[in-house]
């Protein structure tokens, strides 16, 4: 049975930091839903309301442009190992990157990583736990390294280009703010 909390309870918090990967779903009001897997110990609980997570570059920038669009955002964490269950966050999103006045007091949580791209934040409006009966057992045997390859060989010039090419906007046309001269009202700490 599916059941609701306002927050995150400490067994949820410490659920989540089991896990290997977590999933990200955005939609624009008009446009495709975006649904990404997300691993390499990026996620981080920042309280009971709020988690963030730090994105790197990759070939799209859906959930920023989703963010910025209409601010909705869900994160979904499943059980692979262990008790089933199935974990949604549901709530506002907002993206810090790294030229916003705010950058320092966020990345503090997460180990920079090649690639950082920014910082993706959820105030949590509601959470939602359901069975996960369905959920197949896997064995989890380690986090791929392609991407933090790839980034380290690109070098920060190189995945500057990158991102101006590749992550300006959402296959659907939405702007992603990721390239601005100061972005600073997305970065409040909050």
């Keep these: 049975m599916a059941r609701f909390y306002s927050e995150l309870t400490q067994t ?3 659920f989540i ?8 779903a955005s939609a624009p009001s008009q446009g495709r ?18 988690v963030a997570y730090l994105d790197l570059t990759g070939s799209g920038n859906e959930t920023s442009a ?3 669009e209409n601010g909705r955002l869900t994160i979904m ?11 949604r966050l549901y709530g506002q999103g907002k993206v810090v990157r790294p030229c916003d006045r705010t950058w320092p007091a966020w990345i503090q949580y997460f180990e920079l990583l090649p690639g950082t791209r920014q910082i993706v934040v959820l105030q949590i409006e509601s959470v939602q736990t359901s069975c996960g009966f369905g959920v197949p057992l896997y064995e989890y045997q380690g986090d791929r390294e392609q ?4 980034a380290i060989q690109k070098g920060t010039a190189g995945l500057r280009e990158y991102q101006a090419q590749k992550n300006q ?18 970065g409040e700490l909050s």
Excluded at 174 to 179: F, N, Q
């Design 147 to 150: 991407l933090t390859h790839w």
């Design 12 to 14: 949820l918090q410490t």
């Design 66 to 68: 989703h963010i910025a």
């Design 77 to 87: 964490f499943c059980s692979f190992a262990g008790d089933p269950l199935i974990l």
């Design 169 to 186: 906007v959402s296959i659907d046309g939405y702007p992603t703010g990721l390239i601005a001269e100061d972005s600073g009202r997305n």
């Design 33 to 50: 839903v975006n649904l990404s897997p997300k691993g390499m110990n990026t996620f981080r609980c920042l309280g009971a309301k709020k």
């Design 17 to 24: 930091q089991q896990q290997q990967i977590f999933f990200t």
